[in-house]
């Protein structure tokens, strides 16, 4: 075997007397980077695109970089991989601070970081999709993303969830963070996974004309489109739910992480007869909040808690109705399965889920009650209303977002990479985003 030479580069060391094994034309290769500190959101999000990419007509290799260990439970695609990575966790006042390792934070973003940059140098990715934050956790994406420019072919896309936050505390953050300087310097296109005719993050966030040219909306993810690639973790709880003829009312706090506080009002609703209420606690809920939960359901035959399944699609088209926080992708699971659904928002650190139910609420798509005003007995209330399904959610709002995302891969690799820039200030490579 060839040994590499002296001052050799990364990619260089990595494919040292490495032979070629296929013959034929190379596969496009796909890397998409989420870095999940609250809950597995992006995660999920990430996971879809993946599946988008892999039903192209082009071949791909996919790997995904993720900060959540659980990404390997939800399945993955034929042709995808995961790098996971030492995860960070987002306390209630939206700091972040190591989920796992007893070392500091400076240490783990420097972890994160060198694993993150040697990795994608080795795989030498056609394209980097990079989910939410322009300079990744903490800015672990810095050195990454100017070694990508600098090498020249890769193109790299930030993605968008349709609500970021209120306008004010946006602007402040990216101007703060340096955020419109990264994405002039090293993004060639925005995708924002939303539809304008709900939120426009290109006008409520005042987009500059440079950053508006690089943006394509794509429309809401449609869940009912995930392919389950693995066994359902968790399906041996889901037969005496499923098999029985009571209305089914879920219950879904993402990650469950920050749903306690809906959980715990929910398993005290005093359910009508022939109602039966399921609790899905996600893989982060905290355990003595989980033992409550159990504790409730095994007096009370009405309640079930699940702890987590990794495809919540059977419960979903089963359910009657639904009620759940208002993060991404709960609120495109609401839609795509067309239920009436009451979404309870987080409110903190961040308002972004508030505002999004709020204007799907205005569209007549789902109902909406603010955390201050939740208890049992007004999740009752809302319960015992006679109210049908939302009707032509299709027609109301775009979901159409997996079907465009292969046209809008073909439109950037067919088009020159955005030209070389300088790297960011130093002075700004050391904000924590809140």
């Not at 009002?265 to 989980?290: K, R, W, Y």
């Amino acid at each position: 075997m060839k040994s590499p030479e002296p001052g050799a580069t990364v990619h260089e060391q990595a494919t040292a007397g490495r032979t070629k094994s296929v013959a034929g034309p190379r596969k496009r290769r796909i890397a998409l980077y989420s870095h999940d500190t609250m809950g597995i959101g992006h995660m999920r999000r990430n996971l879809l695109i993946a599946q988008a990419l892999i039903d192209c007509p082009f071949e791909t290799v996919i790997l995904l970089l993720a900060g959540a260990r659980e990404l390997s439970t939800l399945g993955l695609p034929p042709e995808v991989d995961c790098l996971t990575l030492p995860s960070l966790y987002k306390e209630g006042d939206g700091q972040y601070q190591p989920r796992r390792l007893d070392i500091s934070l400076e240490e783990l973003i420097v972890l994160r970081g060198r694993t993150i940059a040697a990795s994608l140098a080795a795989f030498r990715p056609d394209l980097l999709i990079v989910d939410k934050v322009p300079r990744g956790a903490v800015n672990e994406l810095d050195h990454t993303l100017a070694a990508l420019r600098a090498d020249g072919p890769t193109r790299c896309v930030l993605g968008l969830r349709d609500v970021l936050d209120s306008p004010q505390t946006v602007c402040r953050e990216w101007r703060k963070a340096a955020n419109e300087e990264a994405i002039r310097a090293y993004y060639d296109a925005i995708w924002i996974y939303g539809d304008p005719a709900i939120y426009d993050p290109v006008r409520e966030y005042r987009f500059s004309p440079a950053l508006a040219a690089k943006v394509r909306f794509t429309g809401y993810l449609d869940q009912r489109l995930r392919t389950r690639f693995a066994g359902i973790d968790g399906a041996e709880w889901l037969a005496p739910v499923l098999e029985s003829s009571d209305q089914l009312v879920l219950c879904m706090v993402g990650g469950g992480q920050d749903g306690c506080s809906l959980a715990e009002a929910f398993s005290l609703v005093d359910f009508p007869a022939g109602m039966t209420g399921v609790i899905l606690t996600g893989p982060f809920m905290p355990p003595d909040v989980q033992q409550r939960l159990a504790q409730r359901a095994a007096v009370n035959p009405q309640l079930r808690v699940i702890k987590f399944v990794t495809d919540s699609d059977l419960l979903l088209d089963r359910a009657s109705r639904v009620v759940a926080m208002g993060g991404y992708n709960t609120v495109c699971e609401v839609l795509s399965f067309g239920k009436r659904a009451l979404i309870v928002p987080r409110v903190h650190p961040r308002t972004e889920q508030l505002i999004r139910a709020e204007r799907m609420r205005e569209r007549g798509l789902l109902d909406v009650l603010h955390p201050d005003a939740l208890s049992p007995q007004a999740l009752t209330d809302w319960l015992r209303r006679d109210q049908e399904p939302p009707s032509r959610v299709r027609e109301r709002v775009d979901l159409n977002g997996q079907a465009r995302i292969p046209g809008l891969v073909e439109e950037l690799l067919a088009s020159p990479p955005c030209p070389r820039r300088g790297w960011l200030s130093p002075r700004r490579t050391h904000y924590v985003p809140r």
